[in-house]
């Protein structure tokens, strides 16, 4: 059974950093992309990044790319978002999703965690 | 940037109607890499159909996907109380990837 837990969310000041984290069972990590989704408080899904199954392609959304990076660490099954220089607008629920062995839709979804960005 | 419209934003239907959702493409999809999510309040969102026309795994079949080019059609056959939620399109054609703006089904 595909498992997907999101860790690493909280609170944090305009300007600053978070690392998010995704541990993932059930399935041959190696074998597919992963992806980092979010939704903002009362709005819909948006698409942040995905990284290729050797993490040497990495996309961005423009409205984070040079500020997040996302990576992964094969040999623990983990996907990782680095957050920097963090803006109000990016409060959100970052959600963890699997991809697929050859496209990079998102084909299991973890529970989600909570970023708030706030004075 | 591939922009997603969905229409309409809210549809009213009872269980046991028909319900279509539409997702228009700003440019025409090359590919049929086009996606439908399912999403309820407080709960993670789920794939119902990627490619275009294939359910995902345990996705019932009165759930069925359609279109190309730049239109494409979410339709489920009679809804079930469980069914009204929201409905996402996602475009993974080319990036960056992404989402339409929502369909809400909900109960009239």
């Known amino acids: 059974q595909v498992q997907l837990v999101e860790s690493g969310g909280g609170l944090v000041k305009p300007g600053g950093s978070l690392r998010l984290s995704c541990a993932a069972s059930?399935?041959?990590?190696?074998?597919?992309?992963m992806n980092w989704i979010r939704r903002a408080p009362g709005k819909g899904l948006e698409w942040v990044s995905y990284?290729?199954?050797?993490?040497?392609?990495?996309h961005y959304a423009d409205s984070v790319r040079g500020r997040f990076t996302v990576s992964r660490d094969n040999a623990k099954n983990s996907l990782y978002l680095q957050m920097d220089s963090l803006r109000p607008e990016d409060t959100a629920v970052y959600y963890c999703g699997r991809g697929g062995r050859m496209t990079t839709v998102t084909t299991a979804w973890g529970q989600g965690t909570l970023v708030t960005v706030s004075s | 940037e591939i922009v997603l419209t969905q229409s309409p934003g809210t549809l009213s239907l009872s269980p046991g109607e028909r319900a279509t959702l539409s997702c228009r493409a700003s440019q025409s999809l090359t590919s049929t890499y086009l996606a439908w999510h399912q999403q309820k309040p407080g709960q993670a969102p789920r794939l119902l159909i990627y490619?275009?026309?294939s359910r995902a795994t345990g996705i019932p079949d009165r759930f069925s996907g359609s279109g190309s080019g730049t239109d494409f059609t979410l339709t489920i056959s009679r809804l079930e109380p469980e069914d009204f939620a929201v409905y996402y399109c996602q475009q993974y054609d080319s990036s960056p990837l992404t989402f339409g703006p929502g369909t809400k089904v909900d109960i009239k």
């Open positions: 490619g275009t026309y």
């Open positions: 059930g399935f041959t990590f190696t074998d597919y992309y």
């Open positions: 990284i290729s199954q050797s993490g040497d392609s990495m």
